[in-house]
């Protein structure tokens, strides 16, 4: 059977891409800021960092202010805020992708013409701030830095102590989350410091856009980590991250925690490029729970660099420009080294090499899983991945022919296989998908009610309860069996 | 009996649980599993074997008999390698597995090789090439796989006799971890139990740092060595932020082990028979043991 790729634009996973991030929010007012997910760009080579950091919060934005460990002193020329766009560009050509192909009509010889689906993108949910307090310095707070970039007034802080820090917030008019009392004493031992982002009300009124933009950092440091355990103390149980890493060398894995690659590559049922969003979250959530809740899942890994002219089977979206992986902080790129970019003196060998590889990693994590803070390694492996689901359309038109009739059986077969799959996807017992399967009858493309997704369920599920435990009998008795014979012949 | 024979040998223990701990690598905790790499380092590790053994090998026994005996030893590292180094090329893989088994018959001194095979071939292929990683990540920190790494671990290296270079290095490693987590950082508790629950670390402490042929012959010399293997790799680790630190470290001090033995005279290890091995076959394997590449 013939089959014609098409392309279906990717569905973003908008439901889960409510951003928020990995420091914490010190709300002014009562505590009702929470974040759920977050989306943070990070790009490594030798020691040298650059991480762009997006926001999203929930509830009351007024009287907000931000706080991030960082493993440096910043200086003005280390931080910048880039374009939000950036953001949806990598999300949409990174994002799980849906596929389709068409069966060819056995009895015509004849297919449907390629056509592109349009793209079905969902812009990621805007990011509204305002308000701030004043700030005082107190003797135990040192405020190492302080100044104005774009519509951020920013302070870098180092503490002695995390109760000075916490009297400092507090006089300050911050409220700290009770949680991130614990993890704020480790970090100031760990010589971290404090990152303090405020809103210039005046420089934000010169901006056209009512939302904040990304805020990047940059800083030459061994350590490879994102400080998620503050994070935690704001958010109401899960929280997502993505991560958009581009290293010249590889993927990028986590060390402290087990990586996992989501599943790709299965066929589903056609109904579900109707809501592809809630599939990918259901399949999302199910091998989340399979994998313990503490795995870094992989999403798309990649050589994206600009000179290799793949990046992806099907590509769901416009590949990332150079002009985008530069924003993104690729400083490799574009001709611009480190100390172009930067004031930090250049010690490390550059190697020259243009390549950029692209890991998305997606983490869903609570406290009581995550312990530590993510730790990451830049890998030389090369493969590449991505979460990739098949849809494949049927034949139309007369199907009275013996070919016809032989197709409509593999048919029937081949939908059952993705009903099942579906449901070993996403922990949902196939009938719970009974009612999208009904709604998706009038629009099959297949008339033949035998292979009607629906149909197939309601046969399928009688089948099940017919199902003899055939096999666990069988295996029993076999287990027997061979401890009979051990014990006959002495050996146990 | 058959499985009588078996338990003659702790190397078939070792290789039983490595065994073990790959399956579950690949069939729990859903590792990629990455046959070609798997065959790639049995492959050449045996046909290395086969021809150091064929050109350098101890002549006075037959080759047979010196390659039945040194084959346990060859899928011992083989495993070794699977478990822990990951490449995408299949030449890296090659090297790796070739250096390992290499290492035996070239680098000797006093007739006992210098390096452990496996975390030599690791090293060489992570840092002299590049293209190739260690994913210390890969086993998560489930509490079941500490008690099974644990227990599984405890008896292999019983029946080695060598559970004091398990401990002294584990004990080390654990006790400086906590200092600096739990008193010094004033992380919660289950930050500290993440640290020293990860397979990683329970491997290289129960089935490579007490490989009997390369570390001390004397006991406290032995413990001592573990102790510095354990408070360099926990510097390194810790606030160099690198990875696989045990196993580098185990690496550079190898070579220090025919120093220490030269130093602190003790008889050199023995394979002790289990019970229903005869006096005989005790010395036929340890003089074939001390003889051999393997």
């Known amino acids: 059977m013939k089959m014609k790729k098409l392309i279906l634009g990717a569905v973003v996973i908008s439901s889960l891409l409510l951003m928020s991030f990995c420091g914490f929010y010190v709300s002014k007012a009562d505590g009702t800021l929470k974040n759920k997910t977050s989306q943070v760009i990070l790009v490594r080579d030798g020691n040298k960092n650059v991480i762009t950091m997006y926001n999203d919060f929930k509830g009351d934005t007024k009287d907000f202010a931000m706080v991030v460990p960082v493993p440096v002193v910043l200086k003005k020329e280390d931080v910048k805020v880039v374009d939000q766009g950036v953001f949806q560009r990598l999300n949409d050509y990174s994002a799980p992708r849906l596929v389709e192909y068409w069966d060819q009509n056995p009895c015509q010889g004849y297919y449907n013409e390629d056509k592109m689906a349009p793209m079905a993108n969902k812009s990621l949910s805007e990011v509204v701030v305002s308000g701030y307090g004043n700030v005082r310095k107190k003797e135990t707070v040192k405020i190492e830095a302080q100044y104005l970039i774009g519509e951020y007034d920013i302070l870098i802080l180092s503490a002695k102590g995390s109760s000075g820090f916490k009297t400092w917030l507090n006089e300050n008019g911050y409220k700290i989350p009770a949680n991130a009392e614990e993890v704020l004493d480790p970090y100031i031992k760990s010589n971290l410091k404090f990152f303090v982002v405020k809103v210039n009300e005046k420089e934000k009124a010169k901006l056209a856009n009512n939302f904040l933009r990304p805020i990047q950092i940059k800083f030459t440091s061994p350590k490879f980590m994102l400080p998620i355990r503050l994070g935690m103390a704001n958010a109401d149980g899960d929280q997502d991250l993505i991560v958009y890493a581009f290293t010249r060398k590889g993927r990028i894995e986590c060390t402290n925690y087990r990586n996992a690659n989501i599943a790709t590559d299965k066929n589903i049922p056609l109904f579900v490029q109707k809501n592809f969003n809630a599939f990918y979250g259901n399949l999302f959530t199910t091998q989340w729970k399979k994998e313990d809740k503490n795995v870094a899942f992989l999403e798309y890994a990649w050589d994206v660099s600009p000179q290799n002219y793949y990046h992806c089977d099907p590509c769901i979206a416009t590949a990332p420009s150079a002009q985008d992986l530069v924003q993104s902080g690729v400083w490799w790129l574009n001709g611009k080294d480190w100390s172009d970019y930067s004031d930090v003196d250049d010690e490390e060998y550059d190697n020259g090499s243009k390549n950029v590889h692209f890991t998305r990693l997606h983490f869903r994590y609570n406290r009581n899983s995550f312990a530590q803070d993510l730790m990451f390694q830049v890998t030389p492996n090369t493969e590449t991945f991505q979460a990739r689901y098949v849809i494949t359309h049927p034949a139309q038109g007369d199907m009275s022919c013996d070919a016809g009739k032989k197709y409509l059986k593999e048919l029937r077969e081949r939908r059952k296989k993705e009903l099942k799959e579906l449901a070993v996807l996403t922990g949902k017992d196939m009938n719970t998908w009974q009612e999208d399967a009904m709604a998706f009858a009038d629009e099959d493309e297949q008339k033949n009610e035998a292979t009607q997704y629906a149909t197939i369920i309601d046969s399928a599920s009688k089948e099940e309860e017919n199902h003899s435990p055939i096999g666990i009998l069988s295996l029993t008795a076999l287990m027997l069996g061979g401890a009979g014979l051990m014990r006959y012949k002495g050996m146990i | ?294």
């Open chain 2, 1 to 294: 009996m058959f499985l009588q024979k078996l338990f003659k040998d702790a190397r078939y223990f070792q290789i039983l649980f490595q065994s073990i701990f790959l399956s579950y690598g690949i069939y729990f905790l859903h590792w990629k599993a990455e046959w070609w790499l798997y065959i790639t380092y049995f492959a050449t590790s045996i046909i290395t074997q086969l021809a150091f053994e064929y050109f350098l090998g101890k002549k006075e026994f037959a080759y047979s008999s010196r390659i039945a005996f040194s084959i346990p030893s060859v899928i011992i590292s083989s495993f070794g390698l699977s478990l822990l180094l990951k490449t995408n090329d299949v030449e890296i893989a090659a090297l790796a597995a070739f250096v390992s088994i290499a290492s035996k018959f070239l680098v000797r001194i006093n007739g006992k090789h210098i390096f452990n095979p496996s975390a030599l071939g690791i090293i060489t292929a992570i840092f002299l090439t590049g293209k190739a990683w260690f994913s210390p990540g890969q086993w998560g920190s489930g509490a079941v796989i500490l008690f099974g790494v644990c227990c599984l671990g405890f008896i292999v290296v019983t029946r080695v006799q060598k559970l004091d270079t398990s401990l002294a290095f584990l004990g080390t490693f654990a006790a400086l971890l906590f200092i600096r987590q739990i008193i010094y950082l004033g992380w919660p508790l289950d930050f500290f139990v993440q640290s020293i629950s990860t397979g990683s670390l329970l491997l290289f402490s129960f089935f490579m740092i007490t490989d009997p042929k390369t570390i001390p012959n004397h006991t406290i010399a032995r413990v001592l060595w573990c102790m510095l293997i354990a408070v360099v790799a926990f510097y390194l680790a810790t606030f160099k932020f690198m990875n696989g630190a045990p196993i580098l470290v185990l690496v550079l001090a190898q070579p220090l082990v025919p120093l220490i033995d030269k130093l602190f005279k003790a008889k050199p290890f023995e394979w002790k028979p289990a019970s229903a091995m005869n006096k005989k076959e005790t010395r036929f394997i340890n003089t074939v043991y001390n003889n051999l590449s393997i």
